[in-house]
């Protein structure tokens, strides 16, 4: 089913839970390829949260700053490809969240172990905003932290279960949001970990 988060954001409960096997041995393929790391912050931090990347383009921080790269920075290939089996989970959702023209080339596969968390920003390092951003949860269960166009707006806290997936978009598209720090857990596929797929047209 799904629910209307706010105008522009769809909650659509359990619409990957047919695809969690078939996704998470894409996720093991492309970690063999392209290693899960935590990346640098622009302001000399290191996340907690440990990433990687697939699709033409894949989103990384530096002291350098935030972008997207065409080439894994650890190894200097491409990224390995995004897994058909992704991009048309990811297309069906935003279809049925009303974006019927979703071109996904770039997919942020995030990695939460206990303890890690994703402080509030918004997610402005793509060139089209009008396309939407599809983002699938998998594993431990996590509390989004939805906030508004101003950083300083009210949070909402939205709990994002294994199978869930999100689209935002339109007025959606710039708000606040983060994850609040990983509560401990055991996931019968997953063990201590939660992870999170990110699907954005960046090219
Ligand atoms: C996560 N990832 O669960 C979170 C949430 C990120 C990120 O935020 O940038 O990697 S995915 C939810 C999300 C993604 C893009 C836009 C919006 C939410 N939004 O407009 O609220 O690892
Ligand atoms: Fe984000």
């Not at 297309?91 to 939460?112: E, H, K, S, T, V």
């Not at 950083?151 to 994850?179: M, N, Q, T, Y």
């Amino acid at each position: 089913w799904t629910e209307p988060l706010s105008p522009g954001a769809q909650v659509l409960r359990q619409y990957a839970t047919a695809h969690t096997d078939s996704l998470l041995a894409g996720i093991h393929a492309i970690a063999a390829q392209a290693p899960f790391r935590q990346m640098q912050t622009p302001g000399g931090y290191t996340m907690s949260v440990a990433m990687t990347n697939c699709g033409t383009a894949g989103w990384i921080t530096d002291r350098k700053g935030y972008r997207y790269s065409t080439t894994d920075p650890l190894s200097g290939q491409a990224w390995p490809a995004i897994p058909a089996d992704f991009r048309s989970l990811a297309q069906a959702a935003a279809l049925a969240a009303g974006f019927p023209a979703f071109q996904p080339d770039a997919c942020l596969i995030n990695r939460y172990q206990v303890g890690a968390k994703m402080a509030l920003h918004q997610d402005r390092d793509e060139p089209d905003l009008t396309a939407p951003i599809v983002s699938v949860s998998l594993g431990l269960p996590a509390t989004f932290l939805w906030g508004g166009l101003q950083r300083s707006d009210k949070v909402l806290k939205v709990p994002l279960l294994h199978g869930d997936v999100v689209v935002w978009g339109r007025e959606a598209r710039l708000v606040f949001h983060g994850i609040a720090p990983l509560k401990a857990g055991q996931h019968p596929l997953l063990g201590e970990a939660r992870l999170n797929l990110t699907f954005r047209q960046a090219l």
